[in-house]
């Protein structure tokens, strides 16, 4: 079992920056791939961003340029610096882990934190 707890959400003005973090526990860090995804109101989950143990990322095309995902394995973090927050960036962002980086693009990485509200005004 993998507990992932995210942190770092809040009402940001449009423009500003934001960095999530995730602190994973239970299993071996550095074995699973960590990334986030993210649900608006009216919308379902989507998929934003992954990274690998050895630090290679993956991005939705939505969020390339804006948002850099990173880990630090000692620390059992994963982190998301989200830059130029706009309010279609309104969301609870979700912390999650697997065994592989396709798992997390199908939408079913296996492991969820409970989420964190990015709330962005205008």
């Known amino acids: 079992q993998v507990y992932l707890v995210e942190s770092g959400g809040g009402l940001v003005q449009a423009g500003g920056s934001l960095r999530l973090s995730c602190a994973a526990s239970?299993?071996?860090?550095?074995?699973?791939?960590m990334g986030w995804f993210r649900q608006a109101p009216g919308k379902e989950r989507e998929f934003v961003a992954h990274i690998g143990w050895s630090g290679m990322t993956y991005y939705a095309d939505s969020v390339k340029g804006r948002f850099t995902i990173s880990r630090d394995n000692a620390k059992n973090t994963v982190y998301l610096q989200i830059h130029s927050l706009n309010p279609g960036d309104t969301a609870v962002y979700y912390c999650a882990a697997a065994v592989s980086g396709s798992l997390f693009r199908a939408g079913i990485p296996g492991y969820w934190g409970q989420g964190t509200q990015v709330t962005v005004s205008s």
């Open positions: 239970g299993r071996t860090f550095s074995n699973y791939y």
